[in-house]
Structure formats: C-alpha cells, structure tokens
C-alpha cells in the first residue's frame, strides 16, 4: 500500500450529469492531479445495451435506464471497490457500436463518470465522493453541439434534434440524481457574457453536509469579490453552502484558497503541481482558477477518503 | 421455484476437454433434455483475451491460459452460481474476432463448457458435476478438422498444422484437468472399423467415487455384450468404475438401462422424450444408444443435484 494510505480498498469518486455537462474534462483533471497510474476511469456510457442503430429502432435514448445495463454496472462498482478486475463493455462513441470488452482492474482510485452513475441505491453506496456536474443549461448545449459534430459525427441539427428529444428523458433519469450528490457543481457565464468556454467561467459548488467540507472561512470572510462562501437552501429547501467562484477571481486571492486546502492535506502537497490545467477548444493548455480550485475541493475529498478519515 | 426443486440456486455442469472433443454436440444434447429454455451455457472460448490475428502475432494458442481472462471466467461462474446475470464476452469462432458481448442470466441449469473450466480450484468448486470428454484420439483429430474446414474457415492443412503446434499446450494445459472431472466420457471407434462418427461409435465412461453414480450391476450383471460395468484403476492408478457401452448393444437392453436410471429419477419423467437425438455430420437427426445412455447419466445427476441430494 503507498504510503499515507490507510483505506484498503480503491477510493471511489462519482461524476455524474446530463450530456456534454463536462464529466469527461472534470474526470480527465482530477485523473491528473492524483497520476493517470493510480487512476481507473470507468464511463457509464459503455454500459449501453444497445448500439445508436438499436436506439434508433427502439425509440429508446441513452439515457434511459432501459437502455443500459444497469444491474451490471452495479456489479461492476462493486467489483472494483472490493479490489476485484472487471471485464469492462465498450461503447465506440465514434461510430456508436458496442465494442469488444476491456479487462479493467481496479487502483487507488476509481473514477466512475456518466449519465446514470447514482441511479440506484446499491450502486450510491459504493461511493466514497459523488459529484453532480450542472452547468448553465445554455453552456451545456453549445458543449453538446461542439462536442457532438467534432468528436461524434453528428450535425448540428441532429445534435438540436436530439436534444429536444431527451428533454423527457433528462427530466426524469438524469436530474433527479442530483439530490444524491455531496456536491453539485455548476459552471456559468459570468452575467451578459457569450464565453462558452474557458477561464472566464465562474462556479458555484453546492455542498451538502453529506461530507465534511474543509472550513473556508478563513479566506472568505469579508470578502465581497472572486470567492464567496453562503449559507442558502438549495433548490429542494435543504441547507447548504454555496461557494462561488469567479473567473475573475485574482491569483492572489485563488492561491490563498489553494493553500488553506492544501494545507490540510500535507500528505498529498507532492499533487499540487497537477492542479488545474485543461484543454480548452483550440487544444491549447490553460488554467482556469475556479476549474483549479473545484478540482483541489474534489482532490481534498478523495485523499481524505484514501487517509481513511470518511471510513465508516 | 419449480416443482421437484430443492436447490436455491443454479445447477452447474462442466463440459471439459480438448479442442474439437464434442463438447458441444454433448452440450447440446443435455440443454434439449433438460429444455432450452431451463438451460444458460457457457462457453469459455468467449474469455479468450486475444482474437485470432493477434494469437497468430502473439504466437500463444487459445489453449494458454494465458491466452485467456481466466480468472474473470471464475468470477463469472461464481456470479451465476450465486444467481446473478452477467455480461459474458463473446469469441467468435466465424471471424475469430472478440465481439460485443451479450447479457446472460442464470437459469435452473448452467452448462459451462470448454477448453479451460476445471483449470483453477476456485472455479472447480462451483460445479455440480463435472464431465471430461476424451474420444480416442484419432477421432478427435477427424471430427476437428470436419469441423474446422466446413465451419471455422480454416483449410485442412492450417488444421493439422495448429494440431501439431498445440501438442504441447494440450498436455500442459487441457489433459492434466482430466484428473477432476466425475465422468470421463470416451467415444471410441469399434475396434478394426474407420467410422468417425455417428451411431455405431462406442463409449467408455470412466466414473470416480466423486459422485454416487447409480448403481447399474442389476442390469450388467452376467452380461457379455453390449453394456458392461467393470472395477478398474485408472490411468492415475486410483480406483474407479468403467462403464463400457457398445455401439452395438441392442435396443431391448439399451432400454432396460434407460428405465432403471429414470426409475431413480421419476422426478424428471417428462423429460425421457428429449433424450438421445443428436445432429450427425449430414444434418440429419439420428439416435444412437451410447450417447442417448451418456445424456442420460450426466442428466440422473443433474436431477440429483436440483432435488438438493448433493447438497453440503
């Protein structure tokens, strides 16, 4: 077992939301900063029953449970987190075919991303940190419509088309598992801004008292610019804190965020370099201090789970 | 649960032996005694880790355990055993390429064959009962390349060409699971004839106390021909019953052993009409009284095994 390491089995960390809402950039950082070799990435996506042809003929979206195995994917989870090795399907989202399976074994960490991921409640217990990603709905459809004609083979207006259709879809699957999170992260514009992407993008996480949240006040209090942590009830009148972030919070106040975090986790201080570099659309590195910063809350969590501080 | 069941969960018959040994064609014949529809088979061809383009780069023969995910075909067999579906990867002996793999759920009844079933201890311990198949050689070597020539895309001489490169691993790998296997069954031509397969071939079932088989001495007793019983020590030396049964044996004893092992099993009456057939080389359905009396003693088991008499 590496050092610092109590908990003898992988950390698992959810990441779960609708299409596009960036699951797969947030996965990829977080993958990062802990080393892509103490990392598995499990997407739900490759748990599709049914190829785009099938989904075609059946009427049935990839969102819908239906339309996935959901059981298996459950034994999975559960798989991984007793340290055992899965033989993983595959969903080709290029050509939209169901591929030959991958041997999968299980590491420190598991990060297990897609649209389905807190669906029951035996997959939900096998979470050590779940994650909602919930952009402004505007981002999240021009992430979609460029993700999907880019890197999917779709056009623009069977991306729309699509969209609408899953409106039902998303609805009834894919939001109501933002209640299970420990923290709903949001990406939006700063007010009046056509931004889509990038490091002017400001964040609020919502943090449930499921986990025990580093203590920011410190560094928040009295502050009326850039980082803003409030008492609120959230959209199901539960109590929560909200913590914004703005993208464009000045380096001096996000490192002294940075720091307070870090700080708590002296066992991890090796990981700092890997924090909060993604690739934006035109493939060039960049930094983003609310990315760098929602990255580091995660990354906190999921050394503190390591640590064994959240084993029951 | 149906009625006559005592067990709670699925009963589970190992098929093993050497390529082309008639593994299916056995399978086969019990999934139509005990009907399909009761009947999930398994065959571990499917957890083979490389498709054939790559075994030929690789130069590892799909007998190598290392050829194959075994230790993900014992957690799949384990998952069934305990009654839950899985996700089983699919080799396709057509292409030879790894296909996507297809959800399969536990029935009454699990045949699990192939080359590789008996090889780990843990895997051993799932089954019910456990048959080695070992025809005579020379007819093994006839019936693959039958088989391989008219259904795998193979010529005749790539087929004695593998033959030849497998020796090895077939003495390393397949022949030492013989040794935990309950039944050896041995189609065997009669003696001076060419006959490959079909009706006329005889079978020698070597049975070790591992099981309680029926006791057959009230209907061999005193007989010279056609079906005979003798104490013998196997090829390891260990004390076992060899059961000879002739192709030739006429119907009337044929039939007398028929009634006593159903006698013993009038739980499974019903299923006395599913017995026997089997598809020869020309496709036509024909009967023959060596394997219909093979099926019938691997299924007195199986009954055995469902009515809970196995049970620890």
Redesign the interface.
């Known amino acids: 077992m590496p050092k610092n390491r109590k908990l003898d089995r992988p950390v698992i960390l959810g990441i779960v939301g609708d299409s596009a809402a960036g699951k797969s950039t947030l996965t990829a950082g977080i993958a990062n900063v802990l080393g892509a070799d103490r990392v598995a990435t499990i997407c739900t996506d490759d748990y599709h029953?049914y190829?785009r042809k099938e989904r075609a003929a059946n009427g049935l979206s990839a969102l819908d449970p239906r339309c996935n195995?959901v059981?298996?994917l459950e034994?999975h989870i559960r798989?991984l987190r007793d340290g055992?090795?899965?033989?993983k399907?595959i969903y080709n989202h290029s050509t939209g075919?169901?591929?030959?399976?991958e041997?999968v074994e299980p590491k420190e960490y598991i990060i297990l991303e897609g649209l389905l991921g807190y669906s029951t409640r035996a997959m939900r217990d096998c979470y050590d940190v779940k994650v909602y990603l919930e952009p402004e709905e505007d981002l999240r459809v021009a992430w979609k419509i460029h993700r999907d004609t880019t890197k999917r083979g779709y056009t623009e207006e069977q991306v729309i088309k699509q969209l609408e259709h899953r409106v039902h879809d998303s609805e009834h699957f894919i939001r109501p598992q933002r209640t299970f999170a420990d923290m709903v992260v949001s990406f939006y514009r700063p007010e009046g801004q056509g931004e889509e992407t990038g490091a002017k993008l400001n964040v609020r996480h919502t943090l449930r008292p499921t986990l025990p949240h580093p203590d920011l006040t410190p560094i928040v209090e009295g502050s009326k610019h850039g980082i803003r942590l409030e008492l609120a009830r959230d959209t199901d009148g539960k109590p929560v804190d909200v913590l914004d972030i703005s993208g464009e919070v000045d380096d001096r106040r996000a490192m002294a965020m940075e720091d307070l975090v870090w700080n708590l986790i002296p066992e991890a201080s090796h990981l700092r370099d890997n924090l909060g570099r993604f690739t934006d659309v035109n493939n060039t590195q960049a930094t983003s201090h609310p990315l760098a910063l929602s990255q580091l809350l995660i990354t906190y969590h999921l050394v503190k789970a390591a640590l064994g501080h959240y084993a029951v």
Request: hydrophobic share 35%; charged share 20%.
């Open positions: 029953a190829d195995h059981d298996i034994q798989l055992h090795p899965i033989l399907p075919t169901l591929d030959r399976p041997y």
